[in-house]
């Protein structure tokens, strides 16, 4: 069995370390696995162009990751959690996954959204899985808008992923049916990190832009069930205990298995 936990806030925009600081409150004295925040938690959301996000990037980075890295090794558990990356002049929308023992992995968001695609630079880790022995359990990353697209899930569940977690900033509500259906269809537990409140943007051209977040952070069973979910606004952390071998036989009668039972050499990519 394995202990996830889903923390729901609402990131100020650019204020790094107020939002380093509600982490680390919200999640002070907790024990658990797993622990997994929204999207861009370190930075807030709307960057309006991409000199605004690489800049930021490039000055938090170090602050960042040693953030994070302790947060891990303080309780003990993966930590998953939303930032924007600065590398090579280049800025990602990205989710770093840090263990308790300081060891790293950065996942690159593969599907950007609406105007993401002007301020970031498109994903290019693929799609990969970590391991936590201890708990024999194995953990896939997509982030947010990546859940659109049934691939992104089914990369994770090819590669062996018990759980997938999905940090997010989700502004509309028909992602509850894709992120069901990402479960399902997969058999495996997914896990959305979302974050709530307001944030509000003056554009170049005068106009304003209004986005609402909807909060609802929750957790599916591997056959797309509802197991606990938080209220659409407020800072809350679910918690739910899960068993991560009961999604590897993926048979669902005694005939048909959903992976072994796929048919590539007829699909067109």
């Known amino acids: 069995m394995i202990k996830i936990s889903l923390v729901q806030f609402d990131p100020q925009f650019l204020e790094l370390k107020s939002n380093f600081s509600k982490m680390e409150t919200l999640v002070k004295g907790l024990e658990t696995d797993i622990l997994v925040f929204p999207e861009l938690a370190s930075s807030g959301y709307s960057f309006i162009q991409k000199e605004e996000a690489l800049s930021f990037a490039k000055e ?3 602050e960042t990751l ?3 890295k302790g ?3 303080k309780t003990h558990a993966l930590v998953i959690a939303g930032f924007p990356e600065y590398a090579n002049n280049h800025v990602f ?3 770093l996954i840090a263990f308790p023992n300081q060891e ?3 996942y690159r968001k593969t599907h950007l959204f609406f105007k993401e695609k002007e301020c970031f630079d498109a994903g290019d880790t693929g799609f990969f899985v970590v391991h936590l022995p201890e708990k024999d359990c194995r953990i896939g990353t997509m982030v947010c808008n990546d859940w659109r697209y049934p691939e992104s899930a089914r990369s994770l569940a090819l590669l062996g992923a018990d759980i997938i977690v999905c940090p997010s900033n989700l502004v509309s509500e028909v992602w509850k049916i894709g992120m069901a259906a990402r479960a399902l ?4 537990y997914v896990a959305v990190a979302n974050r709530y409140g307001d944030e509000n943007r003056i554009l170049k051209d005068g106009s304003q832009q209004n986005l609402r977040f909807n909060g609802n952070s929750i957790l599916y069973d591997f056959n797309g069930k509802p197991l606990l979910e938080a209220n659409s606004t407020g800072d809350q952390i679910i918690h739910f205990e899960i068993d991560p071998i009961l999604t590897r036989n993926k048979f669902f009668n005694p005939y048909n298995d959903l992976l072994k039972d796929r048919r590539p050499d007829l699909y067109i990519y």
């Open 60 to 62: 938090s980075q170090e």
């Open 66 to 68: 040693d953030f994070f």
């Open 71 to 73: 947060l891990a090794k």
């Open 93 to 95: 929308n990205s989710a």
């Open 104 to 106: 790293i992995r950065i």
């Open 185 to 188: 269809e997969n058999k495996v």
